[in-house]
Every structure is written in C-alpha cells, then in structure tokens.
C-alpha cells in the first residue's frame, strides 16, 4: 500500500482494526484485576509494571501517526491539519473521519459520541495543588490539560532521555505559568519528581475513567460494524454441523491485502465480542483532577 490509493472504505477497515486492536492491548484482565461487575467500580492494575505499560499504549494511541512534517502518514491515513486542535493529533482524528463519512457500518451516533466524550475529557484543564519539585525546591500549584500531563508521563515511562528535551520544555512552560522560571537543567532535575507526582498520583486517579472512555469506543465500534458483519459473514461450502467454516463477503472495495487483512481481522473482533464487559467508574474517581 503506498498511501496513494487507498479508498474510503480500505481506510474505514484499517482505521477500527487498529483502533479495536490498540484498545485490546491496553482495556484487558491481564492489564488490570478482573471485575465482571458493570458498576460502579474501580479498576485497579495487576501490578505497577502493568499500570506503566497502560500509560505507554496510551501514550501511542494518543500520538499523531507519522507525526514527522515530512512523513507520509502510512497506509493511506490522512493527516491531520496544521492547525489541528490537540485531540486530532492523536488516533482520535482518525475515528472522527469514520463518524463524517462512515462507509462499513450503520448509524455512527454512538461511536461519536463516545470519542467526543473522550476528547472532551483530554483537552480539559485541571488544577494539580501543591506539586512538590524537590529536586529544585519548588512547591507549586500547576494548571495542565489532561492530555499533556498524560503525553509527558508516556513519554517518560517509554523514552525518558530520548525525549528529555521536549518534556523539559513543556515542563518549563508549566512551572513559568504558575511563577516560576527555571532554567534547562533545573527542569531537567525536576522531571522524575514530574513523573512521580503525576504518574503516581494523578494518573492512578484517572485510569480507571480512561479504561471506561477506550471501553466505551471498542463497544461503540461493536455496535457500528454489526449490520456489516450480518451482511458479510457465511458459511463456507467446507462447512459442516461439527465444523462451522466460515468467511466473509470482503467489499469489492477493499482489494489491497493489508486492508483486506485488517477488514477480515476486524470482523473477527465482531464475531467475538469486546474482552470487557461494558462497566462504569464510580463518580468519586471522576471528581478530581
């Protein structure tokens, strides 16, 4: 596929296999303590190890593909605009586009709304009270949007040296905002107590909420594709009452074989329902931060 060609409705299939695939890596009872309760619930992670591979599958899933100016978003993605605001540089544009145009499913209400809650949610800005930088001895109220605060937090877990100096930057930016000017190193000093604070504390809080919004796009998903799945999938010639073979009636559309691949794979994840149950997060783990 060379980013060329690619129709609506190939781009479509590409778009909620990876979407559905990256929320399985993240949304499943290997990441946190099985509940088969709907809720209210909290959600809590097998272990600390655990709960940082959750903030580094998120920090991709909220990460422009092919976010280099110079680089081709692959498999025929559209780029975001220039101007685009902080939700459409992540994975979130990408659904948006299903939602304008759907193509494979039904009425797209429901997964429009769950990604613009979601949206919402990021791009909100919080107070985080009295941060402690020891390392540089500052203790300060921080104002943050949710998106950054978790962006620089992925960043961290994944890469820590290998993006230090973008964190520094917007770390910079956050402690000028609230009074107080640092220099690169100081800042540089004061990342692990950054990550400390907010990965520790404040992303614990938030990530049972943002289990429930990924949960709630993978079930909207679901629901999109069901009148494409009805229509597609049959029993083969080969099937039998003890073998049920089956397959399924693939666009004439899609003819590209990663496409074709990604839109059997996708229909696959229909057949089988989502891994979680659809379940809500207590409203007192949603009232902070």
């Not at 613009?116 to 107070?127: D, H, T």
Request: glycine share 4%; proline share 4%; hydrophobic share 40%.
């Amino acid at each position: 596929m060379n980013g060329h060609c690619t129709n609506e409705v190939e781009r479509e299939s590409i778009i909620l296999n990876s979407a559905w695939k990256m929320i399985d890596g993240m949304v499943n009872w290997t990441m946190f303590v099985k509940n088969e309760h709907a809720g209210p619930i909290n959600l809590l992670f097998e272990t600390p190890q655990h709960a940082r591979l959750f903030i580094v599958l998120l920090r991709d899933f909220l990460s422009q593909v092919g976010s280099s100016e110079s680089e081709r978003a692959p498999l025929g993605l559209i780029r975001p605009p220039d101007d685009a605001c902080p939700s459409d540089r992540t994975f979130i544009f990408h659904l948006r586009q299903v939602c304008k145009n759907p193509q494979l499913g039904g009425n797209p209400t429901s997964l429009h709304e769950q990604i613009e809650a979601f949206a919402l949610w990021l791009e909100g800005e919080f107070v985080a009270p009295n941060v402690n930088f020891g390392a540089i001895d500052i203790d300060t109220d921080l104002h943050i949007k949710r998106h950054r605060y978790i962006s620089m937090c992925g960043d961290i877990a994944k890469h820590h040296l290998a993006r230090l100096s973008a964190n520094v930057k917007h770390l910079r930016k956050l402690l000028k905002s609230a009074g107080h000017e640092v220099d690169k190193q100081k800042a540089s000093l004061a990342i692990d107590d950054f990550f400390n604070w907010f990965f520790g504390d404040i992303f614990m809080y938030h990530s049972g909420q943002i289990a429930e919004f990924l949960n709630n796009i993978r079930w909207a998903i679901f629901e999109y594709l069901q009148l494409e799945y009805r229509r597609s999938w049959h029993l083969t010639e080969n099937a039998t009452q003890d073998f049920k073979a089956y397959s399924y009636h693939i666009p004439d559309e899609v003819t590209d074989p990663i496409a074709r691949a990604m839109y059997w794979e996708v229909m696959n994840r229909v057949r089988k329902k989502p891994w979680v149950h659809r379940f809500v997060i207590c409203d007192s783990l949603k009232k902070c931060y």
